[in-house]
């Protein structure tokens, strides 16, 4: 996942921590536990949108930020498939051009050479939200809907359930609870698909505690269960902190322990 071995050693790190969503580029500077060292910046996402023209925006989105706290690390979250540091499928950005795309380290030549990280934007969400005990499931409602998995805190194989169909007619996730759709069936509508969604997983992962983020968590209207909760959408950016963690991505089946809430980065 790394092409780099730097590693966190204190929370005197600044790391330029970056969540890009079909809708908007959102960036933030944060330290090694996760917390904001500058206001976090938007704006909309361009569309249509090549790799040259999204890394053109992350630049510009990112200026002030790096005049003001110079990073030192960089961890960009990414709605799509990612794999060693480069971009698999796009489907927000659509098919052709973004296949084995090298996102992380043109951005990062375009920032001063900055050692840098990339994963899907739902499991970079689920790091700042999970608590590393069982299995742990995370769900982005935005402009699509993500998904990842943890177990133990240990991050599992990406799976792409969003493409996944989840209706009678065939509908994918996508298609069924994501941002267009709730725009087509409305809110009332839209819950009751979340809802459904929900009771689909569980029977699928059978997961210990569902975590429910993005921009549209905040529109649910029905009571959750006992083992789901919504987090901040500043999740996306936070959770950035952890892919620094030493211990938050590969060696967390021996040591569990590093990759709970409280873990430390030693």
């Known amino acids: 996942m790394a092409t780099r071995k730097t590693t966190v050693k204190s929370s005197a790190e600044r790391i330029l921590a970056i969540d890009v969503g079909g809708t908007g580029l959102k960036a933030a500077i944060i330290d090694a536990g996760g917390q904001m060292k500058t206001e976090r910046l938007r704006v909309?996402?361009?569309?249509?949108?090549?790799?040259?023209?999204?890394?053109?925006?992350?630049?510009?989105?990112?200026?002030?930020?790096?005049?003001?706290?110079?990073?030192?690390?960089?961890?960009?979250?990414?709605?799509?498939?990612?794999?060693?540091?480069?971009?698999l499928t796009a489907p927000h950005f659509g098919v052709e051009g973004w296949h084995d795309i090298p996102l992380a380290e043109s951005l990062a030549?375009?920032?001063g050479g900055l050692p840098v990280r990339m994963i899907n934007d739902a499991e970079m969400q689920g790091f700042a939200a999970i608590e590393g005990h069982g299995l742990e499931f995370v769900l982005t409602l935005g402009t699509g809907a993500g998904t990842a998995l943890f177990?133990?805190?240990?991050?599992?194989?990406?799976?792409e359930l969003a493409h996944h169909p989840v209706s009678k007619k065939g509908a994918a996730y996508?298609?069924?609870?994501?941002?267009?759709?709730?725009?087509?069936?409305?809110?009332?509508?839209?819950?009751?698909?979340?809802?459904?969604?929900?009771?689909?997983?569980?029977?699928?992962?059978?997961?210990?505690?569902?975590?429910?983020?993005?921009?549209?968590?905040?529109?649910?209207?029905?009571?959750?269960p006992?083992?789901?909760?919504?987090?901040?959408?500043?999740?996306?950016?936070?959770?950035?902190a952890r892919l620094w963690h030493p211990k938050s991505l590969?060696?967390?089946?021996?040591?569990?322990?590093?990759?709970?809430?409280?873990?430390?980065f030693t």
């Open 174 to 224: 996508d298609e069924y609870i994501g941002d267009a759709a709730r725009e087509k069936a409305g809110n009332k509508r839209w819950n009751r698909r979340v809802q459904k969604v929900i009771g689909i997983l569980d029977s699928l992962v059978n997961f210990d505690k569902l975590w429910i983020g993005g921009g549209n968590a905040a529109r649910l209207t029905f009571k959750l």
């Open 151 to 159: 177990r133990d805190g240990e991050l599992m194989p990406h799976l």
């Open 44 to 87: 909309p996402t361009p569309h249509p949108c090549t790799p040259d023209q999204l890394v053109d925006a992350l630049v510009k989105l990112v200026e002030p930020l790096v005049e003001k706290e110079r990073p030192t690390l960089m961890s960009i979250g990414f709605p799509g498939v990612v794999r060693n540091n480069r971009i």
């Open 109 to 111: 030549q375009r920032l």
């Open 226 to 240: 006992a083992n789901v909760a919504t987090v901040s959408n500043d999740a996306g950016i936070e959770g950035g």
């Open 250 to 264: 590969r060696e967390t089946r021996q040591l569990p322990e590093a990759n709970e809430r409280t873990g430390r």
